[in-house]
T-cell receptor, first 117, second 114 residues
Framework: GAVVSQHPSRVICKSGTSVKIECRSLDFQATTMFWYRQFPKKSLMLMATSNEGSKATYEQGVEKDKFLINHASLTLSTLTVTSAHPEDSSFYIC?????????????FGDGTRLSIL | AQSVTQLDSQVPVFEEAPVELRCNYSSSVSVYLFWYVQYPNQGLQLLLKYLSGSTLVKGINGFEAEFNKSQTSFHLRKPSVHISDTAEYFCAVSDTFGNEKLTFGTGTRLTIIP
């Protein structure tokens, strides 16, 4: 089945650091990937839609300069949290759909736990 | 725009008992419906999906769900739960027009009591 790999699984860093999270589709090409943020005991909030070869589409209220998304290839999207602060601590999850197969559900990575000290 | 309501934030169930996790949605257009399961510190795994056709859909791990258009519901059921079913369960919807965005409910924490 379709596999999405996310790396790293956990990051602990100091305030002010920029952190990059990678999302890879391992056995399919994904023209579109999605980035979600999940707060403790809360649902997933869609942050942005990552489009291969073009700019990401951000949801309302998400700072595009804070959360930089790059989708340079059909198998890799990256989310960079710039100048991270404690309030950016969260669980970040990416997902991708297998294209060309109709209404396929999204396949999710295992998430990245980001802790800013 | 769509919205999803999962009224039960926590559901404790004894092992081998049946369970139903409720999901209601709101949408002005036709939708696809999904149930995902999340184990601690992991991403989401698809349990089952309703796209069209039979309103009763069967998924992995013995789960099933029934789409009820008149009641705008998509409740998840399992006749006999196991300890390993302890997890967070999310109901989600997307429109049927090729927009792959998912709208999630707030989740239901299923706890199995030995």
């Amino acid at each position: 089945g379709a596999v999405v790999s996310q790396h790293p699984s956990r990051v602990i860093c100091k305030s002010g650091t920029s952190v990059k999270i990678e999302c890879r589709s391992l056995d399919f090409q994904a023209t579109t990937m999605f980035w979600y943020r999940q707060f403790p005991k809360k649902s997933l909030m869609l942050m942005a839609t990552s489009n291969e070869g073009s700019k990401a589409t951000y949801e309302q209220g998400v700072e595009k300069d804070k959360f930089l998304i790059n989708h340079a290839s059909l198998t890799l999207s990256t989310l960079t949290v710039t100048s991270a602060h404690p309030e950016d601590s969260s669980f970040y999850i990416c997902s991708a759909s297998v294209p060309g197969q109709g209404a396929q559900p999204q396949h999710f990575g295992d998430g990245t736990r980001l802790s800013i000290l | 725009a769509q919205s999803v309501t999962q009224l039960d934030s926590q559901v404790p169930v004894f092992e081998e008992a049946p369970v139903e996790l409720r999901c209601n949605y709101s949408s002005s257009v036709s939708v696809y419906l999904f149930w995902y399961v999340q184990y601690p510190n992991q991403g989401l795994q698809l349990l089952l999906k309703y796209l069209s056709g039979s309103t009763l859909v069967k998924g992995i791990n013995g789960f099933e769900a029934e789409f009820n258009k008149s009641q705008t519901s998509f409740h998840l059921r399992k006749p006999s739960v196991h300890i390993s079913d302890t997890a967070e369960y999310f109901c989600a919807v997307s429109d049927t027009f090729g927009n792959e965005k998912l709208t999630f409910g707030t989740g239901t924490r299923l706890t199995i009591i030995p």
